[in-house]
C-alpha cells in the first residue's frame, strides 16, 4: 500500500489510538481526514498534522454516511479507512440493554456501515484498503466486559469476512488487535484491565508504528503486542486448557477485589 498521497479516514482520532494512526499516516505523507465525537479533539489532531477535521458520530448510520461524504469533498478519494473507534462501556449479562445496543453500533455497525458507503467505489476502481480496530478481546476475551469481547469478537469477524469476500477484487483490510494500549480507556478499565493488561500495555505509538508495518506487507491480523499469536494459537489447538487458564485469571481478580 502506497501511503504517500492516499486519502486517509481515522474515525476517533482525536485521542488515543486514533490519534496515533493519524499522526503515523500523516507521518507518511497521506492526507488524513480527522473525525472523532469531541469536535475539540478533532480540530486540534488534524491541525497539529495539516489534516482535516470532521467531527461527527460513528455510531449511527447518518453519521457515518455524513462523514464519508465529508470526507470526500476534503479528499476526493478515500483510499484507507481506518475504522478505529470503539466503547468499552459495560460488564456482564446485566449491563442496560442499551449499552449493549451502543457497543453494537460503534464496534461493529460502524465498520458495516462504513464498508458499505465505500465498497460500491473501491470495486469499481479496483483498489481500497479497510481498517478495523478490533482488539486482542476480539481473538481471545476480555476479563469483566462482555459487550466489549463479544463486539470485538465480530469486528474481527466481520474483517475477516470482508477480506474473504473482497481480495481478489482489489480490497486490503487489515484488523488490528492490541492487548493493552495506555489511553483513557485502558485507565478506565478497572481492576481487571489493570491485572491483565497493564503490565504489557504499550504506547499508541507503537500501535500507529504496527499499523505502518502491516500496511507495508499487506497483513491481515496487525499485532502489535506480538505474544497474541501465540495465545490465539492456544485458544484455538487446546480451547479447554485456554479456557481453565483464563478462569484462573478471574479468579485472582477476584480475590484481589475481596481484599
Ligand atoms: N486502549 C486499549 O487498551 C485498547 C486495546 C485494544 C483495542 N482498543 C481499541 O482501540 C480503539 C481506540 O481506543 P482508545 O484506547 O484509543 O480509546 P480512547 O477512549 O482513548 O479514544 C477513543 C476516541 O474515539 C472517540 N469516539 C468514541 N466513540 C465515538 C463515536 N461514536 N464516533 C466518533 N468518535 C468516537 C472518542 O471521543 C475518543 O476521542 C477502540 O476501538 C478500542 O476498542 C483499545
Known sequence: MIVEGSGVV???????????????????????????????????VAGEIGGYAVPGDVATEQGVRDLIAAARGQLGEIDIYCSNAGTAAGQGPDTPEETWQQAWEVNVMAHVRASRELLPGWLRRGHGCFVVTAS????????????????????????????????????????ICPQGVRTSMLAASGRAGEIALKEAAIEPEQVGDALWDGLA?????ILPHPQVHGYYGMRAGDT????????????????????
Open 217 to 221: 506487507d499487506g497483513r491481515f491480523l
Open 240 to 259: 479447554d486448557r485456554w479456557l481453565r487458564g483464563m478462569n484462573r485469571m478471574q479468579q485472582r481478580i477476584e480475590e484481589e477485589a475481596s481484599r
Open 136 to 175: 486482542a478481546a476480539g481473538l481471545l476475551t476480555m476479563l469483566g466486559a462482555a459487550p466489549y469481547s463479544v463486539t470485538k469478537h465480530a469486528a474481527e469477524a466481520y474483517a475477516e469476512w470482508l477480506a474473504a469476500t473482497y481480495g481478489h477484487r482489489g480490497l486490503t483490510v487489515h484488523c
Open 10 to 44: 481515522v474515525t476517533g482520532g482525536g485521542a488515543g489510538i486514533g490519534r496515533a494512526l493519524a499522526r503515523r499516516l500523516a507521518a507518511g505523507g497521506a492526507r488524513v481526514v480527522v473525525n472523532d465525537l469531541d469536535a475539540g479533539a478533532a480540530t486540534a
